[in-house]
């Protein structure tokens, strides 16, 4: 037990050596189970939130919406599935781009921060840091929910939204910029809007690993053979609802149709009637005042002839009288007179004879009288006769004018009524004519309804459904993204360091035994069991290496996966890291590092063994001297000093320190010129992506293609100041590569101008592409991946799967993604007829968000896609990357002091006797560090050299691993990063030097000269 | 006056909590081309002596005077000049720098002195005239010793200071060293101190000093020492 207790006075004894050989252990196995910790932890952090928060497998939205026979026909595929539909719309709430999500219970759960789940139905949950619980949200201007106030009660985060950029909104600026919750029976829908799939078996397995995606490709090809069924169904239904609502429609048609038009018909036919009665009765009254007039006419001409005749009667009359001289007064009296004359005559005559003359005169005198008595009596009756004629044409005038009188009036009463019922006529037909123009109106509405309708039927196209698994879950993706992104940097280093430190610690080891050959060589002599002796050592090793292991262990479980998330802590919204130790690893990393230090202990200890005790007693022949090459150049040789002698004869004879001093400083060179390398290569990267090739500032999508520059498009961005448009086509298809599909884009553009002036196409050399009219030019990375060179084909296929062969007829430089560049000529040759979706640009206003949201409701553009959007997600994984980038130049920067300081204390003990000689001799302290260093900056520049070469190496090689398909690495090392490199490995031996140098100081001159260690 | 003279000097050693007393008011004096063997057992101190006089160590007490400088209180500095430019040093494990052929280990140590004799001279003067080529692992270690006393000399030093330089030989190269120190010291009127527990040596000394328990037990003058080949072993 005595030999263990002393190898706790060795422990003290080398307190340096103790410590250095912990401090390697520590280090190497810090940063190898920290590296390789590090993703894991980040990954199964994500995965227990995933599976706290019942993460969907997969989302299904469709073009049409969504069912109750959708669900259930999901839910038909497994039983191991749990199918939720859901709700959710974005829409614009105080400014902010916001989707509105139903709550969900059995997916996708919330995960409340502060507050309550929301109890009442106008109560939601905001996302975390966004509204304060207590603030009231008004959700306007839509039809989908019932209700538009709701109270905040919680807030959230959710694992659906875990990268700050959410993704696309279908409002707005098309950026989505947060979401609220809240309850499901708000929504007023007819359909839904997803659904969200959950894999029961998913859960055991660990999300992005290989068996979650078998997992979950079983799943997505259930869902693929679904998806045209289910479209069809959905189709068909919506075509039947269509159909029906037209056929509806139609009947409905014809009904109004039928009734109001008969309605309308019926009401004109009276109308018709009632106009031809009144259009007789106008006629025939027409006919009767023209009667009535004409009966008038002949009647007073009738009446004015009897007056005339009367007149001209009386004329005669009068005439009869003047001729007679009567006046019509004396008339009676004279023809009494006459009649009594004549009776007197008769009387006479009666006395009288005939024939007398007497008789004769009285009968002369008779006749005379007679005959006036007979003109008399005429007169009396032409007067009778005038006045009853007279009396008759007064009586006719007056019984005409009577009846005339009545005619008219009749006749004027009977037109009142014509006009009455022309009036009404005129009302009758106008309302008429209201209702019929109306109803011809109605119908040819509901006519060009029926026929949109039967158009848009005719153009409603098959639903789509979109299945989405949690890759096209932005957040998810570029998470891992990041996460592997460390993983493939960090994988080769763990290995490259454990190297170094495996050879550190067999320098160290192998100089402790060798110091302890006289130790040994006592055990031996003193018959101590070999395994004894061996396990001294080992038992020296095992505690420095447990205790390197606990606190490498330590720091790398804990300090180094913390250090690395807190990065994407500033980018993503994540819980709190969980470190997890994984059993296996873990005991493989100490069983390891144990094992390599045993076979370190045994190897040099063993070496020890095949010498007798008495030789490992005696101190250890000096090694022979040689003469080195130089020696037999006299010319330089001569002019040396001793110690240069000296210098250069130890270079050529310590030959297994010089190598490891050579190795594990040109090591540490290239771990920190790799370091600084990978931060060249990422920064540059996008520099150069984005200032150098790809120079516009967006990508303008237009909602439908165009055939043509359009002049309205133009003059729309020219308001905004956005002119010298790059129309494009642009298409994402993909390529196969090592059996697996990358996306490409295809770009074609008719505009070669402008194409200058915002994309680069230079080949490799830098010389400038044109395109051409027989092929496309590739970028780099596609051109590697698909192992092609100018002049050969490429298969690419677009998302139907159709296959298009390109000839390649150059490849160009690029760094991010993948692009075919074409021009209009080729275009149409392989792709069909050439149309414009995209408009390339440069955008001088800054107002970014404005823009988008102004060109989105223009409705010409679907989305507005910046470069600088690109740039910042870019920039969050290269964040990540440089982290690891320090902590790897961090890492070995303390790996090449601790080789340094190790490799320069072996050189010091090992040559204490050589050192305290010079020192006896008298040189001064200077002389002998300089006697000492001069073979540790030799060996430092030599390594640090060679480890620059090794550097180039290194970072090509890691650079190649890391590299995935969508980026093509900058593998160039800038010069300032091969001098930061130097002089940091410079400024380490220099400070190594300074802390040795008090060592050297120290070196003991008496003790070292007499004794043999 | 002595060309050396050690008056009074004391040396103690802290270990831990015990103070032990390595020499304890020794005196001596030492003439210019004496060779002097200081004679004692193992731990009597006589190794202290020699490392205070030799300038790699210092005294608690007393005084040193070496040609009549007093070098008892010398700085470091002052002493690595003392031992580069008057002290040379045999040491028993010869300690030569087996990197650089005999001649080049001479040349070492002669280099930097102010007026160094001619190493190969000195080489030649030790008999390895034939070996000056050689490095370290090539010679016997009676030849290794030889080359440490050729480096000493070459440094032209005032004294020279040999610890047990026979301590590891066998008698027969021990003494062909033994001889070649008495030479030089006879020939070129080198003061010479030899350490040794061996009292058969201190029969080819002009002086003994014996030292016991750290204290000087007695010092003997030789009228006539023995030459080394003369000494019975």
């Not at chain 1, 660990?206 to 068996?211: F, I, L, N």
């Not at chain 1, 998810?476 to 190297?499: G, L, Q």
Request: include cysteine.
């Amino acid at each position: 037990m005595l030999i263990y207790k002393n190898s706790f006075k060795k422990i003290k004894k080398s307190l340096g050596r103790f410590i250095s050989l912990i401090l390697i252990v520590a280090l190497g196995s810090a940063f190898f189970s920290g590296i390789r910790e590090a993703s894991s932890d980040m990954i199964k952090t994500m995965d227990e939130y995933y599976d706290n928060t019942l993460l969907m497998d997969y989302k299904i939205v469709s073009t049409m919406g969504l069912t109750d026979s959708d669900v259930i026909s999901i839910k038909e595929l497994s039983d191991d599935l749990i199918v939720v539909p859901s709700y959710s719309f974005d829409i614009e709430v105080n400014g902010e781009i916001t989707r509105i999500h139903s709550i969900e219970d059995n997916v996708n759960k919330v995960n409340l921060i502060k507050g309550n789940m929301p109890t009442k139905i106008d109560e939601c949950l905001v996302e975390d840091g966004t509204y304060n619980i207590g603030d009231i949200i008004t959700i306007d201007d839509n039809d989908y929910l019932s209700n538009n106030k709701y109270t905040v009660v919680g807030t959230i985060t959710s694992s659906l939204y875990t990268y700050k950029n959410k993704g696309i909104a279908s409002a707005g600026d098309g950026k989505l910029d947060t979401y609220i919750y809240i309850p499901k029976d708000n929504f007023d829908m007819e359909y839904y809007t997803e659904i969200y799939i959950r894999d029961r078996n998913s859960i055991d397995y660990v999300a992005y690993e290989d068996e979650y995606l078998n997992e979950i490709t079983k799943l997505e090809n259930k869902l693929k053979e679904l998806k045209p069924i289910r479209e069809t169904i959905r189709y068909e239904e919506i075509l039947k609802e269509a159909t029906d609502k037209i056929n509806e429609a139609e009947d409905k048609l014809i009904k109004e149709k039928n009734d109001n038009g008969k309605k309308l018909e019926d009401a004109k036919n009276i109308l018709d009637n009632n106009k031809k009665t009144l259009e007789d009765a106008r006629i025939k009254w027409q006919n009767g005042m023209e009667e009535l007039e004409q009966t008038k006419v002949n009647t007073e001409r009738e009446l004015t002839n009897a007056k005339n005749e009367l007149e001209r009667g009386r004329e005669y009359y009068n005439n009869l009288l003047s001729e007679y001289g009567i006046k019509e007064s004396e008339l009676e009296s004279n023809l009494n007179s006459i009649n009594e004359n004549i009776t007197n005559i008769q009387n006479i005559l009666n006395n009288l004879e005939e024939g007398s003359s007497e008789y004769q005169q009285y009968k002369l005198m008779l006749d005379t009288l007679t005959k006036n008595k007979e003109n008399i009596e005429l007169l009396i009756n032409t007067k009778n006769e005038l006045d009853n004629s007279e009396k008759t044409i007064k009586e006719q005038e007056a019984l005409w004018n009577t009846k005339y009188n009545e005619a008219l009036k009749e006749l004027e009463s009977n037109y009142e009524q014509i006009l009455d019922g022309e009036e009404e006529l005129e009302e009758g037909y106008n309302t008429y004519y209201d209702n019929y123009n109306k109803y011809i109106e109605e119908i040819n509405k509901a006519e060009t309804e029926i026929e949109d309708a039967r158009s848009e039927l005719a153009s409603i196209e098959k639903p789509n459904w979109y299945l989405l698994s949690r890759e096209d879950n932005s957040g998810y993706t570029n998470f891992y993204e990041c996460a592997t992104k460390i993983d493939s940097i960090a994988a080769v280093f763990p290995i490259f360091f454990m190297i170094v430190v495996f050879l550190m610690s067999l320098n160290t080891m192998t100089r402790m035994i060798e110091e302890e050959r006289g130790e040994i060589g006592l055990y031996v002599s003193l018959g101590i069991n070999k395994l004894k002796i061996v396990s001294s050592y080992m038992f020296y090793v095992l505690i420095a290496t447990s205790l390197g292991l606990i606190i490498g262990l330590s720091i790398g479980y804990n300090g180094v996966p913390h250090l690395l998330y807190s990065v994407y802590e500033a980018n993503f919204i994540i819980p709190k890291l969980n470190t997890y130790i994984e059993i296996i690893p873990c005991i493989s990393i100490i069983l390891i590092t144990i094992l390599l230090m045993v076979i370190v202990t045994i190897i040099t200890i063993n070496k020890n063994f095949k010498y007798m005790p008495a030789t490992l007693l005696r101190p250890e022949a000096p090694k022979k001297g040689k003469k080195v090459f130089l020696e037999r150049i006299p010319f330089i040789w001569k002019r040396l000093s001793f110690t240069w002698k000296v210098t250069i004869r130890n270079l050529f004879r310590y030959k297994k320190r010089i190598i490891m001093t050579i190795l594990g400083i040109s090591g540490c060179t290239a771990l920190l010129l790799t370091g600084f390398g990978i931060r060249d290569s990422v920064s540059s990267l996008i520099d150069i992506q984005y200032n150098n090739i790809h120079k516009y500032d967006a990508m303008l999508i237009l909602k439908d293609e165009q055939v043509s520059i359009n002049n309205d498009i133009n003059n729309l961005l020219g308001e905004k100041n956005i002119k010298d448009l790059l129309y494009t086509h642009m298409e994402s298809y993909t390529f196969n590569t090592n059996g697996k599909k990358v996306d490409t884009y295809v770009l074609a553009f008719s505009d070669m101008d402008l194409l200058d002036k915002y994309i680069t196409i230079n080949d490799l050399e830098g010389n400038k592409l044109n395109l051409s009219d027989n092929g496309v030019v590739i970028t780099e990375k596609m051109a590697e991946l698909l192992d092609v060179g100018v002049g050969n084909t490429i298969q690419i296929r677009n998302s139907d799967n159709e296959l298009f062969i390109l000839k390649v007829e150059g490849i160009c430089e690029n760094y991010v993604n993948s692009y075919i560049y074409l021009n209009n000529t080729y275009y149409e040759k392989v792709f069909g007829e050439f149309t414009y979706n995209t408009i390339i640009t440069n955008v001088l206003d800054n107002d970014y968000e404005k823009l988008s949201e102004e060109l989105i409701d223009s409705d010409y553009f679907s989305s507005v896609q910046y470069t600088s959007d690109s740039i910042s997600i870019l920039n969050d994984i290269i964040e990540g990357m440089n982290n690891i980038v320090y902590l790897i130049i961090i890492a070995s920067s303390l790996l090449a002091i601790i080789v340094l300081y190790n490799l320069t204390t072996i050189n010091i003990n090992e040559r204490v006797r050589e050192i305290a000689t010079l020192k006896v001799l008298g040189f001064h302290d200077k002389e002998v560090s300089t006697y000492v260093y001069r073979e540790t900056i030799i060996l430092t520049i030599i390594g640090i050299i060679l480890g620059l070469f090794l550097g180039i190496t290194l970072n090509l090689f890691v650079l190649t691993i890391a590299e995935t398909e969508e980026f093509l690495f900058i593998k160039d090392i800038h010069l300032i990063s091969y001098i930061i490199t130097f002089i940091i490995m410079i400024i380490f031996t220099l400070v190594v030097e300074i802390m040795t140098y008090f060592m050297l100081k120290k070196i003991d001159m008496i003790d070292s000269l007499k004794s043999v260690e | 006056m002595a060309y050396i003279e050690v008056k009074n000097i004391s040396k103690s050693y802290t270990m831990g909590e015990v103070v032990i007393k390595a020499i304890d008011n020794i005196s001596f004096d030492i003439n210019k081309g004496e060779l002097v063997v200081i004679l004692g057992p193992s731990g009597a101190g006589k190794t202290t002596v020699l490392n205070i006089l030799g300038g790699m160590d210092t005294a608690d007490k007393g005084k040193i005077i070496i040609d009549g400088v007093d070098i008892s209180k010398y700085k470091k500095k002052e002493l690595t000049n003392y031992r580069r430019y008057d002290i040379g040093f045999v040491f028993q494990f010869y300690n030569l720098v087996g990197n650089l052929t005999a001649l080049e280990n001479v040349s070492l140590a002669s280099q930097i002195c102010k007026h160094p004799k001619d190493s190969m001279e000195t080489l030649k003067s030790v008999g390895l005239i034939d070996r000056i080529n050689h490095f370290p692992a090539q010679l016997s270690g009676g030849e290794q010793q030889r080359v440490s006393i050729a480096r000493a000399l070459a440094k032209n030093p005032k004294l020279l200071l040999c610890d047990e330089p026979t301590g590891a030989l066998d008698s027969k190269t021990g003494k062909k060293v033994l001889s070649v120190l008495q030479e030089t010291c006879h020939k070129s009127a080198m003061t010479t101190i030899i350490i040794t527990h061996n009292a058969i040596i201190s029969e080819m000394a002009d002086k003994v000093i014996k030292i016991k328990n750290g204290k000087v037990e007695d010092i003997v003058i030789n009228e006539k020492p023995k030459l080394v080949e003369e000494i019975d072993w």
